[in-house]
Structures are given as C-alpha cells and as structure tokens.
C-alpha cells in the first residue's frame, strides 16, 4: 500500500524468569518469521519485554504481588492471584506497558484489526492506523497471505487463537492439549491455581475442575466429543 514501515516491535512475556508464555512450537516459529521478515524487508524484529525500575516483569512475579485490593484475601497473603476477565492485570502489565515505551516518539503505529472485526475498530484512534482495514482485508484472507508466504503460525494447525499458554480465555481445546503435551506446565498451572485468591475462570472454574474433568476423559467416564455438563463431576472424588 505504499505505506511507510521502520520498526516491527513484539511484545515478549514470560511465565516466569525461565519459563516463557510461548509454547516450544511458537519459539521456533517466531525465531523463523524474524529470519523471513529480516531477509524479505529488511527489518529486524524487536522483542520488547515490559520492566519495572529495578526488574523484568513476570507473570509468576505479579501473580503474587500483594496490594492493598488484595489484601480481602488474607487466607491467600493478599496476592493479586490470576486475572479477571473485566481486569486482566496481565495485558496491561506484561504487554501494553512495554509497546507504550516502545511507541514513545512514534508518528504512526499500525496494529493489525482486520476489516471483519468490528468489535475492535475502537482501538483505532489518533497516531493508531490498521492497514488491514483499509484494505478491506479479513481475517481469512490474512491467514491466507500467511500461509502463502510461509509465514503461518502453526497454533493455528487446530488451535483458533495464540497466546500464552496458560492464559484464562484460552478454549477447552488448548487446555486440553497443554495438559497431555507438556504436563510440566499444567503442573505450575495447578501450582498457581492452588495458591489464587481469584477463580481460573470468570465463571467459577478452576485448574482443578479442568484436571478432574481431563482425568475422567482418560478414564473413558467422558466422552469429550459429547456435550458436557460441569454436574457430570460434582460427585466424583
């Protein structure tokens, strides 16, 4: 579109100081897209990683941070525990923050809204543009474009959505294959779950319910292609 491009900046959270928030899988094909898009357009992607004063930021790090809100919580020390839906502390502390130092003296920044998203043209405002809506592009013809130029995530082999691998919005699917794929997260995921003041889900759910519900699955008690009721383990021990 001739539009003018200097920076690709990515936003790099981690679970933990050694853990990061990307599975094996999206490591290596990130580590792949920067060496496409550094030999095709001459840009060097930059990963960004949001910082206090004196440290980097963690997601086990803030997960246990205690604060005055926090504090209605005595039996769990007052941590701030996992995210809510309505406050998600983790997409303003681990991402937003480190692309806003990023943006600093930026004339124009463009993030990628495709045209059938509506729900989220509120975020084009001021110096923010979406290229992709002005091509009248959608979310079809991008994971198109993507594919055709080798540049496709694998997530979405079977997955709908990326992202952190132990994110609360994430589908039954994903937790599914998280717990069975790489159980040595799913075991801090319960870790976390345990020490929480704040239900995995927005609903009330938590690690837990999930592990019981994935166990009974195994056990062939479930049928995890038929509807499923959360009372068809309320009396399970």
């Known amino acids: ?4 491009l200097d920076r690709i900046v990515h936003a790099e959270v981690w679970a933990t100081e050694t853990i990061p928030a990307d599975l094996p899988l999206m490591i290596k094909f990130k580590a792949k897209a920067d060496a496409i898009i550094k030999a095709r357009w001459g840009i060097q992607v930059e990963h960004v990683q949001s ?3 004196y440290a980097q930021h963690f997601y086990n790090r803030h997960f246990y941070i205690k604060g005055k809100q926090q ?3 005595p039996q769990n ?3 701030y ?3 809510t839906r309505k406050g998600p502390w983790c997409n303003s502390m681990l991402k937003v923050s480190a692309l806003l130092k990023a943006q600093k003296g930026a004339s124009c920044i463009y993030i990628g809204i495709a045209a059938d998203e509506p729900s989220r043209f509120h975020n084009i405002t001021g110096k923010k543009k979406s290229p992709l809506i002005d091509a009248g592009w959608t979310e079809e013809m991008c994971h198109k474009w993507c594919e055709d130029n080798d540049l496709l995530s694998p997530i979405y082999i079977d ?3 990326g992202g952190c691998w132990f994110c609360h919005n994430q589908r039954i699917e994903q937790l599914r294959k998280l717990r069975k794929q790489h159980p040595q997260y799913w075991e801090l995921l319960l870790k976390w779950d345990k020490d929480s003041p704040v239900a995995f889900r927005s609903d009330g759910h938590t690690v837990y319910d999930f592990d019981k519900r994935f166990q009974m699955e195994d056990a062939g008690k479930i049928d995890p292609h038929k509807r499923f009721l959360w009372k068809m383990i309320a009396d399970t021990k």
């Open 81 to 83: 525990g996992f995210p």
């Open 1 to 4: 579109m001739g539009w003018k």
């Open 159 to 161: 997955s709908a959505r």
């Open 51 to 53: 910082r206090w004063t």
């Open 77 to 79: 020390n007052g941590i």
């Open 71 to 73: 504090m209605a919580f």
